[in-house]
């Protein structure tokens, strides 16, 4: 019987592997047997680490999207045919004071690269007359207006836009393309707002679930949107939030 759930014989690759989400989403996808190629703008040693010592595979790529175009000839006869967008940066300040060089440095890591990178890959798949799967990692401000981060919500309301033209593209090649919005997850991305004590306090105070996410939080549904359970689903962003969604 086919093991709805398994990645077996999969090869993903994971951008920003080395830390936070990216790294707890190329440990999952290692534990449900896929080959995943870690990709950072520096070493992924300790992800490979894990994955080895839970008896998974993997491999480190070298891949900074300070050029947004990085990625274009990575998939090339490379046999991937799952791709995570989770490389993200966010910049803070008031919409009156924001910065052209942070605008553009957010967008261009957020939005940009997640689309030449998707185009890359999809190229390779269509060109191959290969299945695959994409998931980008959308946030809670794909949805919501957020404060004092007007580039980080522009990028994330992009990539459901993206996530939407994309699949409709790809649905007839059966590539599925879908995102996953994290709620309040403890991170490096989130250190300014833990770091505040009244932001920290009022937004657990609004999370259902009583506490702030994990990375490994996440892993699941991302790993879950890349197996054959979810053939069936593309165009989706779905919120893993505890709840903040719906309250
Ligand atoms: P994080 O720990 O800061 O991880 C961000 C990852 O992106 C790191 O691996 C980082 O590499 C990488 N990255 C940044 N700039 C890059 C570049 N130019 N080229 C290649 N890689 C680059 O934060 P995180 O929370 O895990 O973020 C992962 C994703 O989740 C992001 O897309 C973020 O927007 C999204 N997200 C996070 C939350 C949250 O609450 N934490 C909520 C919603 C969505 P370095 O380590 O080298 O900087």
Redesign the pocket.
């Known amino acids: 019987m086919t093991d709805l759930f398994s990645l077996a014989g999969r090869r993903a690759l994971v951008?920003?592997?080395?830390?936070?989400?990216?790294?707890a989403i190329a440990v999952t996808l290692a534990g449900q047997g896929a080959h995943v190629i870690c990709?950072?703008?520096?070493d992924c040693d300790e992800t490979l680490a894990e994955i080895a010592a839970a008896g998974g595979a993997g491999e480190g790529l070298r891949?900074?999207?300070?050029d947004p175009m990085?990625a274009r000839d990575v998939f090339s006869g490379a046999g991937i045919d799952i791709l995570v967008n989770?490389?993200?940066?966010?910049r803070r300040a008031d919409s009156v004071d924001f910065t052209e060089a942070d605008w553009d440095e957010v967008v261009d890591?957020?939005m940009k690269?997640v689309f030449f990178t998707t185009q890359a890959f999809g190229r390779e798949l269509i060109g191959r007359g290969r299945p695959g799967a994409v998931v980008s990692?959308?946030?809670?401000?794909s949805f919501q207006g957020g404060i004092r981060v007007p580039s980080?919500t522009a990028s994330?309301h992009g990539v459901a836009g993206l996530t939407k033209i994309l699949a409709n593209e790809w649905a007839a090649h059966g590539i599925t393309v879908n995102a996953v919005?994290?709620?309040?997850?403890?991170?490096?991305?989130?250190e300014a707002l833990r770091d505040d004590p009244e932001r920290s306090r009022a937004i657990l105070e609004r999370i259902p679930a009583g506490r702030w996410?994990a990375?490994e939080d996440i892993g699941g549904t991302v790993a879950f949107l890349c197996s054959h359970a979810a053939r069936y689903m593309t165009g989706a962003v779905i919120n893993v939030d505890g709840g903040w969604l719906a309250r």
């Open positions: 951008t920003g592997a080395n830390a936070g989400i990216g790294r990709a950072g703008r520096r891949l900074d999207f300070a990085a989770n490389a993200g940066i966010i890591v957020n690269a990692i959308a946030s809670l401000l980080y994330k919005a994290p709620g309040y997850i403890a991170t490096a991305n989130t996410g990375p």
